[in-house]
């Protein structure tokens, strides 16, 4: 051993029969061997590197390595950077065909990756998005006023029941019509409970008749 031989880390010297670490040309005492950052051993001798600087996983993970837009993962290794996110290349597929794209190239559809032969099938209308979930529709689909929708998905937007033809659209929504009819009744200002039957209009407001009373004597106005 050269007796001028310092740790990279501690820069003292090694014992005569002291174990030696040699990484990257680079020697260490055992216990100077660790990671940067939690100051641990690398478990199997695992590290990862990072502007000179040596991590074990989890720290490297957590500090430097991006996660997986498909999996939730942290992504180790080759990185696929597309749509401004980051995937494993075995998690970048087409959304339609789940073919993998990192070697193919992909075609960015309304957001979504999809696989050249996929999106021609889009364009071309052989294929559709359901208007709901924005996913592919394969096999059965409703269509309801020039919308798309999974059979699953034609449900009413406020109590989340499925929804028949006598479904109603309001602002771009579907509504069952108990829903509907709620939301288009007019709300008496005594009582605050929607109106069904006759409607005295009033004072700009609307009201039960029975609930248009003089504010004094409390008996209902006629008419």
């Not at 100077?32 to 720290?59: N, S």
């Not at 190239?105 to 364009?123: E, S």
């Amino acid at each position: 051993m050269d007796p001028g031989m310092v740790c990279t880390l501690c820069q003292d010297p090694f014992g005569r029969d002291e174990n030696i670490v040699n990484s990257g040309g680079q020697v260490w005492h055992e216990n100077c061997f660790v990671c940067v950052q939690c100051f641990q051993p690398f478990p199997d001798g695992v590290f990862f590197e990072h502007e000179g600087r040596k991590y074990c996983e989890p720290d490297y993970q957590a500090l430097f390595a991006p996660c997986c837009s498909g999996c939730g993962e942290f992504v180790i290794g080759r990185v696929i950077r597309a749509m401004s996110q980051c995937w494993h290349p075995e998690c970048f597929k087409c959304i339609s065909c789940h073919c993998k794209l990192a070697d193919i190239g992909f075609v960015k559809n309304q957001g979504r990756p999809l696989c050249k032969k996929c999106n021609a099938d889009f364009k071309g209308g052989s294929k559709k998005f359901c208007n709901k979930c924005s996913m592919p529709i394969q096999g059965e689909h409703i269509v309801y006023k020039f919308q798309v929708v999974h059979p699953e998905h034609f449900n009413c937007h406020n109590c989340g029941k499925t929804l028949t033809a006598k479904c109603r659209d309001k602002d771009g929504e579907l509504y069952c019509l108990r829903c509907y009819d709620n939301m288009e009744s007019s709300i008496c200002s005594a009582c605050r409970r929607p109106i069904e039957g006759r409607i005295i209009h009033a004072l700009g407001k609307t009201w039960h008749p029975e609930h248009f009373v003089c504010a004094h004597c409390e008996k209902a106005f006629e008419g």
